[in-house]
């Protein structure tokens, strides 16, 4: 079974410049996690979804960051326009079955490392 | 939000060693996993443990869900083994899922 996908694996950008991040998560899986790790820290909560709806998104810094999840499957996230601070690495999980067949385990993605400069 | 700790923030073990890492939880969770996130960053499930006491290899993990904590145990560690360890806990109707502080491991040979 295919994992979680993101992509790309490394972004470099100027800071006020703009960046997308691509999720895909495993197939069937109805709830998609955005998770924003800096250095040195456990990751945090940045967007959750249940099929193509947010459920949770109190800590998304609205006045730069974005995503939407098209049709319950694949995610984006953006940032625009980014700022030093937002250095860190971006991480998607999925879990939860549709049907409820299985349980909740989230499996994440391998990361989108992202430097501001 | 709920509050997750864990301890000791770092441990340096000798090849051979055993240990035991902490994780407490200041409200009741649906559920609890344990993430090691390798030196390339990746996080790699190890358990999936709502309570009681799970064993996979050398590694085993007990919550107690009452009492609000849960620990990992590693015996016998390897170099493959360092990396840092993070648990995580599940609430809420949509399954919210909130990281804990980590452990950093060093194994030395």
């Known amino acids: 079974e295919a994992g979680v996908a993101q992509s790309p694996r490394y972004k470099i950008i100027e800071k006020r410049q703009s960046v997308a991040f691509w999720c895909n998560p495993i197939s069937g899986h109805a709830t998609l996690y955005w998770y924003q790790q800096i250095l040195g820290q456990g990751p945090k909560l940045l967007i959750q979804f249940q099929n193509n709806g947010v459920v949770d998104d109190s800590q998304l810094p609205k006045d730069r960051f974005s995503a939407e999840r098209l049709k319950g499957v694949d995610s984006t996230l953006k940032i625009q326009p980014a700022k030093l601070e937002d250095s860190a690495v971006y991480l998607c999980?999925?879990?939860?079955?549709?049907?409820?067949?299985?349980?909740?385990?989230?499996?994440f993605g391998q990361g989108t490392r992202l430097t501001v400069v | 939000g709920i509050q997750v700790e864990q301890s000791p923030p770092d441990l340096i073990l000798q090849e051979g060693a055993n240990s035991t890492l902490r994780c407490n939880f200041s409200d009741s969770v649906n559920n609890l996993q344990w993430f090691h996130q390798n030196p390339w960053g990746q996080l790699i499930n190890l358990f999936y443990?709502?309570?009681g006491t799970k064993q996979n290899g050398r590694l085993s993990a007990t919550t107690v869900a009452t009492e609000r904590y849960s620990l990992l145990y590693i015996s016998s560690s390897q170099t493959t083994d360092s990396g840092v360890y993070f648990c995580?806990?599940?609430?809420?109707?949509?399954?919210?899922?909130?990281f804990g502080t980590g452990t950093k491991l060093q194994v030395i040979p």
């Open positions: 999980a999925s879990s939860s079955p549709r049907g409820g067949k299985g349980n909740a385990e989230a499996f």
């Open positions: 443990i709502p309570s």
């Open positions: 995580a806990v599940y609430s809420g109707g949509y399954q919210k899922v909130t």
